[in-house]
């Protein structure tokens, strides 16, 4: 099986930067998701990590370790609109099925 | 990236009746995955619905109680049948034809009384 944790909250200031990780267990992964959802919407697609290290698109990027298990999202020059929960989530090997961790919600304070 | 309607977006039902989600994608699609989000919770996989086979059920969920058809390649349906409080819960629908993207539909939120 798989297993994703995320811590569950976090908090931070408008400008800042944030790292949100993500550590997995699992026996195989075609590669790791970072999807952002607002309350009452659908998730939103963020990235898509296949091989190791950092991928930055614009304020965001995402940074995976095979070896380690582990994932993060960073957000920089953090906004009031991306308070929000951020959702880590595995692709499946040799598949399409995706699972995703409990999220983690992200407050952005003034 | 594909565009992803869903129908009802919303509904209160009673308890031990069906509800019906239809799911409707503006291109061919060949896999198209059921998610149920519990209130404060993340996304937790029904089945995977691939048109001309029997939709493919996760741990939990059963095809009793969840029914799935995939008529086409462009559109699905979910039922949640006899349904109870628990069912509460806001159903996406979602897919990915590459194995670097996965789309979602705007959701299906469901309030049993």
């Known amino acids: 099986g798989q297993n994703i944790d995320q811590p569950t909250e976090m908090t931070a200031t408008e400008g800042a930067i944030v790292q949100i990780n993500c550590t997995y267990q699992t026996s195989g992964f075609n590669g790791l998701f970072w999807y952002q959802q607002h309350a009452g919407e659908a998730p939103t697609f963020l990235s898509y990590n296949v091989l190791d290290g950092l991928e930055e698109k614009g304020r965001f990027s995402s940074f995976l370790s095979r070896s380690k298990g582990y994932s993060y999202l960073l957000l920089k020059e953090l906004q009031m609109k991306d308070s929000a929960s951020y959702l880590c989530?595995?692709?499946?090997?040799?598949?399409?099925?995706?699972?995703f961790g409990a999220g983690t919600r992200l407050f952005v304070k003034a | 990236s594909a565009v992803i309607s869903q129908k009802p977006s919303r509904d209160i039902c009673q308890r031990g009746t069906s509800l019906t989600i239809q799911c409707q994608v503006d291109s061919q699609v060949t896999m198209m995955f059921w998610y149920r989000q519990q209130p404060g919770q993340s996304l937790t996989l029904i089945a995977t619905a691939n048109q001309g086979s029997e939709a493919t059920y996760e741990s939990g969920f059963v095809i009793d109680k969840f029914p799935i058809s995939r008529p086409n390649l462009t559109f699905s349906t979910l039922t949640v049948s006899n349904m109870s409080p628990e069912d509460s819960s806001i159903y996406l629908c979602?897919?990915?034809?590459?194995?670097?993207?996965?789309?979602f539909g705007p959701g299906t939120r469901l309030t049993v009384l």
């Open positions: 989530a595995l692709r499946g090997a040799g598949g399409f099925k995706t699972i």
């Open positions: 979602s897919v990915g034809e590459t194995y670097n993207e996965q789309f």
